[in-house]
């Protein structure tokens, strides 16, 4: 059993907007929606939980049905922060299914995730227990505590940038969580799971992401997120990129072969 974990309960205070970030309307759709059609299409994905908002609940469901997501098992509600919207999700889905399901934890406001990460992310589950879509730096990193000096510079060679889905068996993922929430400090500076993971002590294993899978934050992403779909749409009317896809479909089948 695969299934897609989608948290989707900011706020949007950074974006400026009367609404939520992830309802805002980008091509006709709320950025939540092209985010869960992602997983909606997968050939792979079984089922889809959602966390929003409690107050949003109603609404999931209204473009669920509109938009014929018909894997969304269930709309839970947020928490105080995205790793505790993120547990709830978990928590449910945990009733419902076996305790080794693969889960993809993915945030709402992610919608530009190529369709063989997600399939790459399943594969390094299985094989390794763990997946953290990252993609190399192409610009230097510095580490500064003060933001005015800096402490140290990691080689960009060494240096990645974690994105999501980040992945793991459904028992693996909610035991770490549930781990983390008995310390006093529970969840802070715990951005997302990998964090949790190394927190722990665990090693999660790193799965290449796509580049454009940007994280829609700012009214600057807004604009490059339509930038991105509009690129999208080309390939598909017109080829673009399919040499790209073909090759990282031949090399998963390969791997998959050498394990026989």
């Not at 299985?126 to 993609?135: D, K, L, M, N, R």
């Not at 949790?196 to 992401?209: F, M, T, W």
């Not at 796509?210 to 600057?220: D, S, Y």
Request: proline fraction near 3%; hydrophobic fraction near 35%.
């Amino acid at each position: 059993m695969n299934i897609a974990i989608i948290f989707a309960g900011g706020s949007g205070v950074r974006m400026g907007a009367g609404v939520p970030k992830q309802f805002l309307e980008i091509n006709g759709k709320p950025i939540l929606i092209h985010t869960l059609l992602l997983f909606q299409e997968h050939e792979e994905i079984d089922k889809i939980y959602l966390a929003v908002g409690e107050e949003y609940i109603p609404y999931a469901w209204h473009l669920a049905e509109e938009f014929r997501i018909d894997k969304l098992q269930e709309v839970v509600a947020g928490g105080e922060t995205a790793q505790d919207s993120i547990y709830n999700a978990l928590k449910k889905a945990s009733q419902e299914n076996p305790e080794d399901s693969i889960v993809l934890i993915h945030d709402g406001v992610r919608p530009m995730v190529d369709y063989t990460v997600i399939s790459d992310n399943i594969s390094s589950v299985q094989e390794y227990g763990s997946a953290i879509t990252s993609t190399l730096c192409y610009e230097t990193i510095l580490l500064s505590k003060d933001g005015e000096t800096v402490d140290s510079l990691p080689l960009r060679k060494e240096s990645y940038a974690a994105q999501a889905p980040q992945s793991f068996y459904l028992k693996d993922i909610l035991e770490a969580h549930e781990a983390i929430r008995t310390r006093e400090s529970r969840y802070e500076n715990m951005v997302d799971a990998c964090t949790i993971y190394r927190a722990l002590g665990k090693q999660p294993h790193i799965v290449q992401g796509n580049r454009g899978n940007i994280k829609v934050t700012t009214p600057e992403d807004v604009y490059m997120l339509r930038a991105l779909i509009q690129y999208k749409e080309n390939e598909q009317a017109f080829g673009l990129g399919s040499a790209d896809r073909l090759a990282r479909k031949m090399n998963r089948y390969r791997k998959k072969m050498e394990k026989k």
